[in-house]
């Protein structure tokens, strides 16, 4: 089905005003197959990279079936519950929600650590309709009795492999053990690893399956380019880059945290403005580094993959891969931190000798060969081009498809 506005997809006049209110005109080809099968109650798979529109894709259906119900939310219960694996993606949707229910009396609330839980409890004893939550401090308070999980009609998971990397699967299995067998479920994920399958399989009923191809802003908007160097050089690398004007609103993103605080040290010795986003950070610390990149207040967000999903901020013209990440996947997050709104973009990886497996394995996912900058690289080039230069960003120039790695979350990296 292709529509060229939202009123076709049967959104009420007061969401589609919402809409045009916030200059969102076309609904994305995700919106397009999800939001009527979700306003006639059915469960869905959605699978769908970030920047799809998917937050859209279930929170407009999600506040008209709510709006249509007529029920009044009560003390300590939540009416619809949405799963988030990051207090920033948390934020993001509710953010969503505040923009598309504009026109509607909805009361919402975020449930998330890093932060007191005394607002968040005020805010579930009035009763909510949608509860935007992260699952350790939602179970937190569950088993405070400060909130009632008994009634919720509906139930939305989102970036369900993300909960999987970070060892959130057991909790959220825990969270709908508790909620009423009937109820409108959603899962959502960039890709479907075996437990996540799983999950879908005991949850899901019956369920409509949403599939948007990942053709990767990587290979549509995004200029790729890769450094082939030893690991000691990175630092005079980046400080090299940094010093040209072109890179106006730069994301590095690192492996670990403590390799996050350090590029953050050096780049200040440097007299570049950067800030430091990871998950030992407080959340006031956190919020505040995303607004003054947002901002422009500092021009540099160092960050681990806790921002390679759920930040949405414009006009990032560079993402830097100063270490590549374990995962193929990361890298197609990542750099869609950039491009993003129409926009154009460059990412620019460094890699060294030990990270040639993850360059080849990114290679593969994205069908494209990174393009090789700078003088000749140290050691034999991963990619399929013989003459060492890397073929563009062409879709089918870089290797067959591989053997993914194994799943698994470093404790440091988040």
């Known amino acids: 089905m292709t529509v060229s506005n939202f009123a076709e997809l049967g959104l009420a006049e007061r969401l589609v005003r919402a809409l045009k209110d916030a200059q969102y005109e076309n609904p994305t080809p995700i919106q397009q197959q999800a939001i009527p099968q979700l306003l006639q109650g059915k469960d869905l798979l959605g699978i769908a990279q970030t920047g799809t529109g998917k937050t859209a894709a279930f929170t407009l259906p999600l506040l008209q079936n709510l709006d249509k119900g007529g029920h009044q939310s009560a003390p300590r219960v939540a009416r619809a519950l949405i799963l988030a694996p990051t207090r920033e993606l948390a934020l993001q949707i509710s953010a969503s929600i505040k923009t598309y229910g504009r026109h509607m009396r909805v009361r919402q609330a975020v449930i998330m650590g890093g932060v007191s839980q005394r607002p968040q409890i005020e805010a579930l004893r009035r009763g909510v309709d949608i509860l935007v939550a992260t699952p350790g401090r939602l179970l937190d308070l569950v088993n405070q009795r400060h909130v009632d999980l008994r009634k919720c009609e509906y139930l939305i998971i989102d970036e369900a492999d993300r909960m999987l990397d970070m060892g959130f699967i057991r909790d959220v299995r825990k969270i709908v053990a508790i909620l009423p067998r009937t109820r409108q479920t959603l899962l959502f994920s960039a890709t479907m690893p075996g437990e996540v399958a799983k999950l879908a399989g005991e949850i899901l009923n019956q369920p409509e399956r949403v599939e948007i191809a990942a053709k990767t802003v990587a290979v549509d908007r995004i200029e790729q380019r890769v450094h082939h160097l030893a690991a000691a050089s990175k630092r005079d690398l980046l400080a090299e880059l940094l010093s040209g004007p072109d890179l106006e609103k730069v994301i590095v993103f690192t492996r670990t945290k403590h390799g996050a605080d350090k590029v953050v040290r050096?780049?200040?010795?440097?007299?570049?403005?950067?800030?430091?986003?990871?998950?030992?950070?407080?959340?006031?610390?956190?919020?505040?580094?995303?607004?003054?990149?947002?901002?422009?207040?500092?021009?540099?967000?160092?960050?681990?993959?806790?921002?390679?999903?759920?930040?949405?901020?414009?006009?990032?013209?560079?993402?830097?891969?100063?270490?590549?990440?374990?995962?193929?996947?990361?890298?197609?997050?990542?750099?869609?931190?950039?491009?993003?709104?129409?926009?154009?973009?460059?990412?620019?990886?460094?890699?060294?000798?030990?990270?040639?497996?993850q360059l080849r394995s990114i290679e593969r996912l994205i069908k494209c060969s990174l393009v090789v900058i700078g003088d000749a690289p140290v050691g034999p080039i991963p990619s399929s081009n013989k003459n060492g230069r890397g073929g563009g960003n062409k879709p089918g120039s870089g290797p067959g498809k591989g053997r993914r790695r194994s799943r698994r979350y470093d404790r440091h990296a988040a």
Do not use: M
Request: charged share 30%.
């Open 266 to 357: 050096w780049l200040a010795k440097d007299r570049v403005s950067a800030e430091a986003l990871h998950g030992n950070k407080s959340q006031n610390a956190r919020q505040r580094a995303l607004e003054n990149f947002r901002k422009g207040r500092t021009r540099v967000l160092v960050a681990t993959d806790i921002a390679a999903r759920g930040l949405d901020v414009d006009d990032i013209t560079h993402v830097i891969n100063y270490e590549l990440p374990h995962e193929p996947e990361c890298y197609v997050h990542r750099i869609g931190r950039t491009a993003r709104a129409g926009a154009a973009g460059i990412a620019i990886s460094f890699c060294d000798n030990s990270e040639r497996g």
